[in-house]
T-cell receptor
Framework: QKEVEQDPGPLSVPEGAIVSLNCTYSNSAFQYFMWYRQYSRKGPELLMYTYSSGNKEDGRFTAQVDKSSKYISLFIRDSQPSDSATYLCAMSGGYGNNRLAFGKGNQVVVIP | GAVVSQHPSRVICKSGTSVKIECRSLDFQATTMFWYRQFPKKSLMLMATSNEGSKATYEQGVEKDKFLINHASLTLSTLTVTSAHPEDSSFYIC?????????????FGPGTRLTVT
């Protein structure tokens, strides 16, 4: 079993729809959970950062962490064509040197 | 802000030559810098972790003599691909941990696309 599982998609949605992304993980020591957005041929950009279980909202983005189920989610409300990108989940806390474990990334396409 | 730059953004070199990639944190001091490579439609693969003034810690399977990392200051790290071969062609991305923020937050550079002919 891989440490972080993320369905690579692609996921196509119409503009204005809610985008729902998720990752599962196996390492119960993970405490820090991140979502990154990566546009084609660019480096990843940190979108959301959450410590331990709970919800975090930032504008149209909501991140949820359920440590009991080892499941994290990212929701994008009122999706825009500019949200079209690859979204990577990442997590850490299980290592002594701040290494991140990444999911494969989920490609999202928002159709105008 | 937490801006990380990389230079060059793309480079083409001949097989057998060496290539140096720079990673700079522009508006913050970075306690740790990380180097990744990414293949098309694949996730990021961590190559090494470096702290300023210390030797880099390489991941299993990454040749330290081939991928030389120097972390000379709190704002600059370099990756040198020595004696590059076509199989080294990839997208190389660095990231940095902000000294004044959680050590688990990493800020990524825009990446360097290396093509070895």
């Amino acid at each position: 079993q891989k440490e972080v599982e993320q369905d690579p998609g692609p996921l196509s949605v119409p503009e204005g729809a809610i985008v729902s992304l998720n990752c599962t993980y196996s390492n119960s020591a993970f405490q820090y959970f991140m979502w990154y957005r990566q546009y084609s041929r660019k480096g990843p950009e940190l979108l959301m950062y959450t410590y331990s279980s709970g919800n975090k909202e930032d504008g149209r983005f909501t991140a949820q962490v359920d440590k009991s189920s080892k499941y994290i989610s990212l929701f994008i409300r009122d999706s825009q064509p500019s949200d079209s990108a690859t979204y990577l989940c990442a997590m850490s806390g299980g290592y002594g040197n701040n290494r991140l474990a990444f999911g494969k990334g989920n490609q999202v396409v928002v159709i105008p | 802000g937490a801006v990380v730059s990389q230079h060059p953004s793309r480079v083409i070199c001949k097989s057998g030559t060496s290539v140096k990639i720079e990673c700079r944190s522009l508006d913050f001091q970075a306690t740790t810098m990380f180097w990744y490579r990414q293949f098309p439609k694949k996730s990021l693969m961590l190559m090494a972790t470096s702290n300023e003034g210390s030797k880099a810690t390489y991941e299993q399977g990454v040749e330290k003599d081939k991928f030389l990392i120097n972390h000379a200051s709190l704002t600059l790290s370099t990756l040198t691909v020595t004696s590059a071969h076509p199989e080294d062609s990839s997208f190389y991305i660095c990231s940095a941990s902000h000294r004044d923020r959680s050590s688990y937050e990493q800020y990524f550079g825009p990446g360097t696309r290396l093509t070895v002919t």
